[in-house]
């Protein structure tokens, strides 16, 4: 499985983003998706995934994002609203076939896409 993730840039507070990730390979619709980001000096986090059909986020992001896919187009989006300092990161959208259960850690997930960086300023 390979994924491309993109829609990073330059964001100001409150302001709205959507990032893409497209998958190829797999069967897109056994995949779980995961989205995590990492910011500097600081370890990888979890901020969303779809595990079949159910959808999970991260505390801080909750309310404020939105995790989806598309099947027919085999992509998969991470709407993000209302964003903070905070978010920025360098984000990273993930796949694994047939995840038993969904990953938080990151662990399970072989497949990776290279990352996206967006900042958000004051």
């Known amino acids: 499985v390979q994924l491309q993730a993109s829609g990073g840039g330059l964001v100001q507070t409150g302001d709205s983003l959507r990032l893409s990730c497209e998958v190829s390979?797999?069967?897109?619709?056994?995949?779980?998706i995961g989205w995590f980001r990492q910011a500097p000096g600081k370890e990888r986090e979890f901020v969303s995934g779809i595990h079949w059909s159910r959808t999970h986020y991260a505390d801080s992001v909750k309310g404020r994002f939105t995790v989806s896919r598309d099947s027919a187009k085999n992509m998969a989006y991470l709407e993000m609203n209302s964003l903070k300092l905070e978010d920025t990161a360098v984000y990273y959208c993930?796949?694994?076939?047939?995840?038993?259960?969904?990953?938080?850690?990151?662990?399970?997930?072989?497949?990776w896409g290279q990352g996206t960086q967006f900042t958000v300023s004051s």
């Open positions: 993930a796949a694994e076939q047939w995840l038993p259960r969904p990953d938080y850690s990151g662990r399970h997930y072989e497949s």
């Open positions: 390979g797999g069967v897109f619709n056994t995949l779980a």
